[in-house]
């Protein structure tokens, strides 16, 4: 299964702790079958469109907090995935890219 799942499910299975609920809890309050939770937080499987939607009303968050897994990245990992997407990316966004960059970087002195 792709990297976004793996970080999906890590993600859910984070909030689902911080919420003090079991896999089993969550299956009921979804109305999902704990395997189809333990395989979602495991990364084997992507959640359906609408598992997302009832995760974060059954969690009281915004769908945008379950993306919400940069905090899991390494700075290692970080700078290798910014090279994947330069390596691909045309002169132009690369330009667009450095400007984000150095313009963050002035506003951060």
Same mark, same amino acid.
């Given at each position: 299964?792709?990297?976004? &799942?793996?970080?999906? /499910?890590? *993600?859910?299975?984070?909030? *689902? #702790?911080? *919420?003090?609920?079991?896999?089993? %809890?969550? &299956? ?10 333990? *395989?979602?937080?495991? /990364? ?11 995760? &974060? ?15 899991? $990245?390494? #700075? ?7 090279? !994947? ?7 132009? !966004?690369? %330009? ?9 970087? $002035?506003?951060?002195?």
């Amino acid at each position: 299964m792709s990297n976004l &799942a793996k970080k999906l /499910g890590k *993600r859910l299975q984070e909030i *689902r #702790k911080i *919420r003090n609920l079991t896999q089993s %809890q969550l &299956a009921e309050l979804v109305n999902l079958e704990i395997m189809t939770i333990s *395989r979602i937080e495991n /990364g084997v499987q992507y959640p359906k469109p609408e598992n997302i939607e009832k995760f &974060a009303k059954v969690l009281n968050i915004n769908v945008r907090e379950l993306y919400d897994f940069c905090h899991f $990245e390494s #700075k290692k990992d970080l700078i290798k995935e910014l090279c !994947d997407l330069m390596k691909v990316s045309s002169v132009k !966004d690369l %330009q667009f890219y450095k400007k984000i960059i150095m313009s963050h970087l $002035e506003y951060k002195k």
